[in-house]
């Protein structure tokens, strides 16, 4: 379904199946929610800044970030700390904030809005309408100042390259960097928590991972498909009448793909409840399918696949100071944890 252009993404369209009734309409920018040609349009914009190969130099700088904070975690002899808030929130967010040219002093600000934005059961569309518009105000006015002053980083290059020359508006260009934003750091440091909770739930899995750290890429893809964080699902709106899977699907009406079940799909996947960090994950649905793939996925691999061996490696007796079923579940759009307190 999520390849077939008969299913729009467009949610301008009446009945496109909407993540809460209490959402601000979509903004320029948004492409995940548009169809050809200006989806396209807008997510070539972005293309060259995640190539396999630019991604790629970015990893001694990842290397890098992790082994900062995980000094500040330790530092004066610590054996204990919050991993959201010490760790998996700020790798991505120093990431996405280098590669977009966002100050990360302004992290605080920045994590603020996101959260009101994303909380889509708060049932508080005033409050996620202003975060949104003091988060766009706030890069609109990056935007302004990298297009008088460029520098070396994204939002300088869609001021130079894109706005300067018409290929999009500085409204479209604020909301592709807000969605870059949010996308880059929220789903990463939403995976990581629970990826850590998961490992030490299994502790054989990770002795496996010690044992051979030649298998921590597969093991990112099976925590991937294992997790699948963005569970609220890909949403579409049928064009024309669709038979799929034994199913009249009618023009007009909306359909949402469950991304969680299709990665636990016993036809596809043996044993699909089973955690295995040797398992062929080959066509897992974690960053979606078809023109909407997610375009950061190499990022947010590179990511995990540098964040955790890293952090297992610096803490080896890190261990859960909580039971994980007492855990605080965030509320967010991705699926996630509120805190991690753990030892080591």
């Not at 297992?312 to 079923?325: H, Q, S």
Request: aromatic content about 6%.
């Amino acid at each position: 379904m999520l390849a077939d252009p008969r299913f729009s993404a467009d949610a301008t369209r009446e009945g496109f199946p909407g993540l809460s009734p209490f959402a601000p309409p979509r903004g320029p920018g948004q492409f995940f929610v548009m169809d050809p040609p200006d989806h396209t349009r807008l997510r070539r914009t972005l293309i060259p800044d995640f190539t396999f190969r630019r991604i790629e130099r970015l990893r001694p700088a990842i290397v890098a970030v992790c082994a900062d904070l995980l000094d500040t975690m330790t530092a004066d002899g610590a054996t204990e700390a919050d991993l959201v808030a010490a760790y998996a929130l700020p790798q991505p967010t120093r990431v996405i904030c280098a590669l977009l040219g966002v100050p990360y002093d302004d992290h605080g600000f920045l994590h603020q809005q996101v959260r009101v934005l994303t909380d889509f059961a708060s049932g508080r569309r005033d409050l996620m309408t202003a975060a949104r518009q003091a988060l766009y105000g706030y890069l609109g006015e990056l935007l302004a100042a990298r297009t008088r002053e460029p520098a070396d980083d994204l939002v300088s290059r869609l001021a130079t390259e894109r706005v300067a020359t018409g290929e999009i508006s500085p409204e479209e260009a604020v909301g592709v960097a807000a969605l870059l934003l949010i996308a880059g750091h929220e789903t990463t440091a939403t995976m990581f928590p629970l990826a850590v909770v998961t490992l030490l739930r299994h502790p054989e899995q990770l002795a496996a991972l010690r044992a051979d750290a030649g298998l921590w890429p597969s093991a990112v893809e099976e925590l991937l498909r294992y997790l699948t964080v963005a569970h609220q699902g890909m949403r579409r709106i049928a064009t024309e009448d669709v038979e799929l899977g034994g199913v009249r699907i009618r023009s007009g009406e909306g359909v949402i793909v469950a991304l969680q079940a299709a990665n636990r799909d016993p036809s596809v996947y043996e044993d699909p409840d089973t955690f295995d960090v040797r398992r062929d994950t080959s066509g897992q649905l974690a960053f979606g399918h078809g023109l909407h793939q997610c375009v950061g996925q190499s990022l947010a691999r590179a990511e995990l696949q540098i964040g955790l061996p890293v952090l297992f490696d610096r803490l080896p007796g890190l261990k859960l100071a909580a039971p994980a079923e007492e855990l605080p579940v965030s509320r967010s759009a991705i699926h996630g944890l509120g805190a991690l307190p753990v030892t080591w």
